[in-house]
């Protein structure tokens, strides 16, 4: 008898789940992977092709690749899930689970800011950096703004990222003085990690005649009047917008009562929700710190552990500290790293290393082993 682990998500938390299941205990436990969607994208991968550095062809991943012992992969969308009995319905059919992880990352919320909807100029998504790459074909002159739509987003270095590669991108065709790039977001300092990471990002900001606005809430984008409102009364006009959308957890996660607060409940230890054999890993999860990729990752492996030690009866794992380290791109070729651990501690530790061109060969590394680990056999 094998156990059945269902995971729903094949993102970063999902992927890797899978592939550390089937590398230790391909006889002892199936795994079906559940995602909607044909392929894969790191979400760094969007940046690639808002400079098109990429195509949108060359940056998705298809799962249809997929070559791992015991996991079964299954392009379906999530409909219900049933917390108490893992009973999870697609559109497809229905899969009774042992044990159930919801790796279902997080969801953009455009309904929550007026006059932004789906379609608008963001590069959260593969489809609006492409969209966000050809509006840059014709802007010369004039002010972007980079709206940071609500708290918590993905990758809190996303945004920063973005402006230091536009103000490149400005430089390299000779129109950097004729932009105004400005970042207005609701924390008091960029990648507030710590103090000390937080000053790197407000140094590189400076040096790049980039402003960043903090602790502002935009409320609504006027595109006819080209302003954003901000929630004290406040106006800021632009000529180019991009935003950041709100985040909320996937609906089907809502409605299966797994977030009564807006994110998933965890036991921050070993990720298991407040329904037994229920885990959540990666973005959607209710834990302190910052989301992303590599929390996910890390999320993963201690649930994994956690699956395996109570199927053989050893001791659980070491507990989950919600730590990885975070690649940045800061532009001319040169890539930083930032060392996070949240729960490690009694506070939060993040030290940044970089920027270099060596730790951007790191990051080519770090996506290329990725992407064999997950999808070769
Ligand atoms: C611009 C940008 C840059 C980033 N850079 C980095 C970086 O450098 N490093 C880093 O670590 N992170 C980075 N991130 C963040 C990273 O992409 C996410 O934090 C990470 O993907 C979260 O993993 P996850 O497994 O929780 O969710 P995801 O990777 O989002 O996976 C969730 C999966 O669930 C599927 N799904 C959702 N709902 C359903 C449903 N109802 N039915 C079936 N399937 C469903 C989705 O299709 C998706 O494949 C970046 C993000 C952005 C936007």
């Not at 960043?212 to 409102?229: F, L």
């Not at 054999?277 to 302190?288: E, K, Q, S």
Request: hydrophobic fraction near 40%; charge should be negative.
């Amino acid at each position: 008898m094998t156990t059945h682990v269902a995971i729903l998500g094949a993102g970063f938390g999902g992927l890797e789940l899978a592939s550390r299941l089937s590398e230790s205990a391909a006889d002892e436990v199936r795994v079906t992977l559940i995602d909607q969607n044909e392929s894969f994208s790191f979400g760094f991968a969007k940046l690639d092709v808002l400079l098109g550095r990429k195509t949108v062809s060359e940056v998705q991943l298809p799962y249809s690749d997929i070559n791992k012992d015991g996991v079964e992969f299954r392009r379906e969308r999530v409909t219900n899930i049933d917390s108490e009995t893992r009973t999870v319905t697609t559109e497809k059919g229905s899969y009774d689970a042992d044990v159930l992880v919801v790796a279902l990352g997080a969801d953009y919320d455009f309904a929550a800011t007026p006059g932004f909807q789906p379609g608008e100029l963001e590069y959260y998504t593969v489809a609006g950096a492409a969209r966000l790459r050809d509006a840059l074909e014709d802007f010369e002159s004039g002010k972007v703004l980079i709206g940071i739509l609500g708290h918590p987003f993905k990758c809190p270095p996303a945004p920063f990222e973005g402006a230091f590669l536009l103000h490149d991108r400005f430089v390299e065709r000779g129109t950097r003085d004729a932009v105004e790039i400005r970042v207005i977001g609701p924390q008091s300092a960029p990648v507030p990690v710590t103090p000390e990471v937080s000053q790197n990002f407000v140094d590189a900001l400076a040096q790049r005649d980039i402003e960043y606005v903090a602790s502002r809430h935009i409320v609504e984008v006027d595109r006819g009047r080209k302003e954003i409102r901000l929630e004290a009364g406040e106006t800021a006009a632009y000529d180019l917008f991009i935003g950041v959308p709100v985040h909320r957890v996937p609906e089907v996660v809502a409605c299966a009562g797994l977030a009564p607060d807006g994110w998933v409940a965890v036991n921050p230890d070993n990720l298991e929700t407040r329904f037994p054999n229920v885990y959540a890993v990666g973005d959607l999860a209710a834990l302190p710190g910052a989301k992303a990729g590599v929390f996910a990752e890390n999320a993963a492996k201690v649930v994994a552990d956690d699956i395996l030690a109570r199927l053989r009866g050893t001791d659980p794992p070491q507990r989950y500290e919600h730590n990885g380290t975070c690649y940045i791109e800061f532009g001319g070729g040169n890539v930083a790293k930032v060392e996070a651990n949240f729960l490690g501690g009694p506070k939060p530790t993040g030290r940044l290393l970089g920027p270099s061109p060596e730790l951007a060969a790191d990051k080519r590394e770090f996506a290329a082993a990725r992407r064999a680990r997950w999808f070769g056999s």
